[in-house]
C-alpha cells in the first residue's frame, strides 16, 4: 500500500512540475513576442525628430531634409540594414534640384525566393512652409508623413532582427513625393531597368491618427485592383484594412508612392493609410505637428502589419495578385 502511495505521490509532483514548466513556457514564449513589439515610445521618437522645426518642414534640397536623411541612414546602421546602392543614398533630379530617396536593403534567405523583392516605403520629404498660423510658418509634416516614415523604419529595425524573410525586402523613404513621386517614379525606374522581380510593393501614407467610426483599423488605396486587401487580412487574422470610398473618389490610389511601382511593374502596389477626410484638419498645415499624433496607435497599426509582411515574405507562391 505505501509503495502505491509512494507511486501516486511521485506521479502527482511529476505532473505538477511537467505542467509548470509548461507555464513558464508559455509566460517565456509571452514576454519574448511583447519584447518584440514595437513601442509606442520609439515611434514617438522618430516622428518627434522627423517633424521638429529644427528640420524646418523638410522641403526638396533643404538643410532639415538632408538631415532627416542622415537620420534615416544612422537608424538603418543601427538596425544592421545594408544599402541597396553603394550608398542608401538613390540620387535624382526633383525639377532641377538634387535629391534623393533612402534605400534600405535585407536579402532574403531562400535561394531562389531571395530573387524576388517587396517594397516598403513612405516619403520622408514634405512642403518646407505654409501659411502663418500664430506665427509658426513651418508645416512640420507629422502625418504628412513623419507617420508613414516611422512605420518603415520600425519595420526595418524588426525584420532585420528577424533575419528570416524568404524573399528579400527594400525599406524605401522617398523623397520629391510633394513635387509629384518624383522620387518613387525615380526608383522604380531604375529597379525596372535592373530586372528586379517585384512581387508586392506596400506604402504607409498619412497613418497617425485612427478612422473615424470603420470596423477596420485602416483602409487601402486601389482596393479593388487586386486581392490585397483580403490576404492582408487573412494574414493579420483580423480586419485590419478596408475599402474607403473616398480614396476612390479622390484617386488615391494614383495619388502616392505606390502609384509609379504599378505603373512600372504591374503587380499589387498599394497605400496603407488612416486619413479618412474626416480625422485630420491639417494637411498641409503649419499645425501637422507631433503631439497632434497617436503613437499608441501607431505602434499597434504597425505591429499588426508584422504578420503580415512575414507572411508576404515567405510563402512559397506569390498569394497576393492582380485582380
Not at 513576442?33 to 521638429?52: F, G, M, P, V, W
Not at 524573399?167 to 525596372?192: D, Y
Not at 485630420?280 to 499645425?287: K, L, M, S
Amino acid at each position: 500500500m505505501y509503495k502505491n502511495i509512494f507511486i501516486i505521490l511521485i506521479s502527482v509532483l511529476f505532473i505538477n512540475c511537467k505542467q509548470a514548466i509548461i507555464a513558464q513556457s508559455q509566460i517565456d514564449v509571452a514576454e519574448k513576442r511583447n519584447s518584440e513589439k514595437i513601442k509606442a515610445s520609439e515611434i514617438e521618437d522618430i516622428i518627434n525628430y522627423l517633424a521638429s522645426d529644427e528640420l524646418g518642414g523638410r522641403d526638396t534640397g533643404s538643410e532639415g531634409l538632408k538631415k532627416a536623411a542622415q537620420f534615416i541612414e544612422e537608424e538603418f546602421k543601427k538596425y544592421d540594414v545594408a544599402p541597396y546602392f553603394k550608398t542608401y543614398k538613390d540620387t535624382f533630379k526633383a525639377k532641377g534640384i538634387e535629391t534623393y530617396n533612402i534605400v534600405g536593403f535585407i536579402k532574403g534567405t531562400d535561394a531562389k525566393l531571395a530573387n524576388e523583392f517587396i517594397v516598403l516605403g513612405a516619403h520622408f520629404d514634405h512642403i518646407g512652409v505654409g501659411k502663418e498660423v500664430n506665427g509658426d510658418t513651418i508645416a512640420n509634416g507629422a502625418n504628412d508623413n513623419a507617420a508613414g516614415s516611422s512605420a518603415v523604419l520600425s519595420l526595418a529595425k524588426q525584420f532585420a532582427k528577424l533575419k528570416n524573410n524568404k524573399r528579400s525586402i527594400l525599406f524605401v523613404l522617398f523623397g520629391a513625393e510633394e513635387k509629384g513621386l518624383l522620387g518613387s517614379e525615380h526608383l522604380a525606374k531604375t529597379l525596372k531597368e535592373k530586372n528586379v522581380d517585384l512581387y508586392a510593393m506596400v506604402n504607409f501614407e498619412m497613418i497617425g491618427v485612427p478612422l473615424n467610426q470603420k470596423t477596420y483599423k485602416a483602409y487601402i488605396t486601389g482596393y479593388d485592383t487586386s486581392n490585397m486587401a483580403d490576404k492582408i487580412n487573412n494574414y493579420a487574422g483580423s480586419e485590419l484594412v478596408g475599402y474607403l470610398p473616398k480614396a476612390k473618389e479622390f484617386q488615391l490610389f494614383m495619388r502616392s508612392d505606390n502609384y509609379p511601382f504599378y505603373k512600372q511593374f504591374e503587380v499589387p502596389c498599394q497605400t496603407i493609410s488612416t486619413f479618412d477626410f474626416t480625422n485630420y484638419d491639417y494637411y498641409h498645415h503649419v499645425d501637422d505637428e507631433a503631439s497632434e499624433m497617436n503613437f499608441e496607435f501607431i505602434a499597434e497599426l504597425v505591429n499588426d502589419c508584422i504578420p503580415v509582411i512575414t507572411k508576404m515574405a515567405n510563402t512559397i507562391k506569390k498569394e497576393i495578385i492582380l485582380n
